[in-house]
């Protein structure tokens, strides 16, 4: 009988532990997330013109959006899965169309690519392209 209560006692004390690292996993885990979730934008290179947001005249000025190498690394499954043509020093990476977020998937195989050619420290000049209904279709990256 002692060892019965003995043996239930542990199994308690053992679940208690599992369950409060379990939460506590949990908690960093989702903090961890809201910390990505404010740089990301600043990850994957997002950025505004100052010339724009103050509203003036852009004559003269140099506002192509310029990328680091690591930007465009960062970027490439999320304009791959808009279905974006990309180009890097105007070589295609290609894209097949199956889902970009399958780890082993076409999107790993499109950022083995893309690494090939890019320098990740180096500067990279965006040029977008629209098509007539203004969306955008193409991003073509040179190094600068």
Known sequence: MLNAVKSMVWLGVAASVCFTALLLTLERSRDFDLALQRILPYVQGQKASVASTLGREAEGLDLAVKYKGSHILYGLREWAGEGLEITIDSKQIPYDGEPVYEPGGSGDRDLRSALSLLDLQGDYRADCYYDAGEH?????????
């Not at 955008?136 to 600068?144: G, R, S, V």
């Open 136 to 144: 955008l279709y193409k991003l073509a990256f040179n190094k600068i």
